[in-house]
């Protein structure tokens, strides 16, 4: 919780940054637009997605206006969907003037670089939820928050609850992200008591 309280901090800190000319510039309310990867909340998001919601609403000092978008991106790229998917942003925000565009995670970062020219030239990105930034050209006008697993924290928790444990089983995924985490968690468990076993599961 403690990691996640920092993210959302900066981000906060972000949003108050980059939109707070905008509310002082007029009347309206800042317009953040929230791109998810996901085709809806996966667990671990609604806590960070609650989290940012409740300390911008509390903290921030004026109304923020969220509009979020569940990109439910395909597992591998597709052209075709990415030009529907660009045709159908282009309609939903061509007569909305948003402030700040947040990503969270690298496929969301992509589609916000991507399409940030046509559908909201010149406004800040703010990302989070991506490990590495090796992969993308960032211009001076994005910035974020890397986030990355603590692996051995999470081991040594497990263990202070169950000492007597042998066996650590670690599940991953398939995708760019996945690989790269468990390339990780392999890296950290190296150093990991001798006595266990780690078994490492992909779907």
Not at 78 to 93: G, I, N, Q
Not at 96 to 118: C, M
Not at 174 to 202: C, I, K, M, Q, S
Request: zero cysteines; aromatic letters at 10%; hydrophobic letters at 55%.
């Amino acid at each position: 919780m403690r990691r996640l309280g920092v993210v959302v901090a900066a981000l906060v800190w972000a949003v108050a940054a980059f939109t707070g000319s905008a509310a002082a510039a007029s009347d309206r309310h800042a317009r953040v637009l929230l791109l998810y990867a996901e085709s809806r909340l996966a667990p671990a998001l609604v806590a960070a997605d609650a989290a940012f919601r409740s300390t911008i609403a509390s903290g921030f000092g004026a109304p923020v206006d969220f509009r979020t978008e569940f990109l439910d991106l395909p597992p591998a790229p597709s052209a075709e969907y990415e030009r529907h998917l660009l045709d159908l942003l282009r309609l939903k925000y061509r007569d909305l003037h948003l402030d700040l565009i947040i990503a969270f995670a690298p496929r969301a970062l992509r589609v916000a670089l991507d399409y940030r020219a046509e559908l909201a030239p010149g406004v800040w990105i703010v990302f989070t939820g991506v490990d590495s930034v090796d992969d993308f050209e960032l211009p001076g006008d994005v910035t974020g928050v890397l986030m990355t697993p603590g692996w051995m924290d999470t081991l040594e928790a497990a263990l202070r609850l169950q000492p007597e444990t042998a066996r650590v089983v670690v599940v991953g995924g398939t995708t760019p992200l996945d690989r790269r985490w468990l390339v990780g968690a392999r890296a950290a468990f190296a150093v990991a008591p001798a006595h266990l076993e780690f078994t490492y599961l992909t779907d």
